[in-house]
């Protein structure tokens, strides 16, 4: 089995301790508790989606910025340290709303900062291709900002029923941002993003689209315009190892389906698929159908892996909920087709919060 040692090829004559993982709040003094050299990785907090009804359409929130520097330390070293706070998923009654953004992480030592922005909040009135942007990131040797949420082709007051996932953290510069919804389809969630590719977009012209999250090591499937062809979800992001290992693999998740729940009885909720989404991966898009919509028609849209995007959620009933990050990504946006605001029991997805990581590849 790997080891960070093993991995980066870490120098010293002691072993090297496992990464430490902050997620301190508020400010506060880290020291260093050995000698050598660190590579610190600082991700801001993921914002939270968006959520509409009536048939309308809204956006996932963007994920935090990522910065990576390298330091030499001694175990009399301090620095400060402040990680983000992920955007709160909103709904739950409200006739619609946008998403919370995410706060930034920061850590600083000596005369160095580094700063991962938060994501911004998912669009309850996107335009015509608008995103809610990833956070910026500043002042390491490698500086990324975060995946974007899905954007639709549409002015939001088109009546399409359609809802994006959120970006995933942006490890390694890649196109991390959740899944497009494109054409005319009527009823689309996309997925979310992974560290390794974005999440799925729709460009079917048909009914009921649901596309996978973006895997550790690649982006989720498309759904191509085939026609009249109703009823389509796409398989998620491949996985594979990435960025460092520690006792195991990290960063190997293979991105979430996309799913859809089809009931014919008005009596009740739908029960809805679960999946456990793998580290690195976004989860995939959920469409709740239910042929007596006004009846139930609530699906509840599975977690992101860690640094993933969330789903989103697209329900022809009255509720659920937008798939949520766990750290890092951004939250699922959520849309119902059930318009009147008493009877609306849905959230969007809660946006990831930041953290900061402490790697040690040099031991003295």
């Known amino acids: 089995m790997g080891t960070t040692s093993s991995f980066f090829g870490g120098g010293g004559g002691s072993p090297l301790p496992e990464p430490e993982w902050l997620f301190q709040k508020s400010s506060y ?16 907090a993921g914002g939270s989606g968006a959520v509409q009804y009536q048939s309308y359409q809204c956006t996932g929130g963007g994920a935090g910025g990522y910065s990576r520097k390298q330091f030499t330390v001694t175990s009399s070293t301090t620095a400060t340290v402040t990680t983000g706070v992920g955007g709160k998923g909103v709904g739950n009654g409200s006739a619609n709303a946008n998403g919370v953004a995410g706060t930034n992480s920061t850590f600083v030592l000596s005369s160095t900062t580094l700063t991962a922005n938060g994501g911004s909040a998912g669009l309850q009135y996107p335009g015509a291709n608008a995103r809610a942007a990833g956070g910026a990131a500043s002042g390491g040797d490698i500086n990324y900002t975060g995946g974007s949420s899905g954007s639709t082709n549409f002015q939001y007051n088109n009546q399409y029923n359609r809802a994006t996932g959120g970006g995933g953290v942006n490890f390694f510069n890649l196109d991390v941002n959740g899944g497009d919804a494109k054409n005319g389809s009527q009823t689309i969630a996309t997925g ?112 992101a892996g860690l640094f993933g995007g969330g789903g989103a959620l697209a329900s022809e009933g009255p509720g659920g909920m937008g798939g949520s990050a766990s750290l890092g990504g951004g939250g699922g946006g959520a849309v119902t087709k059930v318009s009147s605001s008493s009877s609306l029991r849905r959230m969007s997805g809660a946006g990831g919060d930041g953290v900061v990581i402490i ?6």
């Open 192 to 303: 979310g993003g992974g560290v390794g590719g974005k999440g799925g977009e729709s460009n079917n012209n048909t009914e009921f689209s649901a596309t996978g999250g973006g895997g550790s090591a690649g982006p989720a499937e498309d759904i191509a315009n085939d026609g009249n062809v109703q009823g389509r979800c796409s398989a998620g992001g491949q996985g594979g190892s990435r960025l460092f290992l520690f006792n195991g693999a990290f960063l190997d998740g293979v991105g979430g389906r996309g799913l859809m729940s089809h009931v014919t009885s008005g009596a009740g909720r739908i029960s809805s698929p679960t999946e456990n989404i793998g580290i690195g991966a976004g989860s995939g898009g959920l469409i709740a159908i239910n042929d007596y919509t006004n009846e139930g028609a609530e699906g509840f849209t599975p977690m």
């Open 29 to 44: 003094t880290y020291t260093f508790p050995y000698d050598g050299v660190v590579r610190v990785h600082v991700i801001g």
């Open 359 to 364: 790697e040690y590849i040099e031991r003295s």
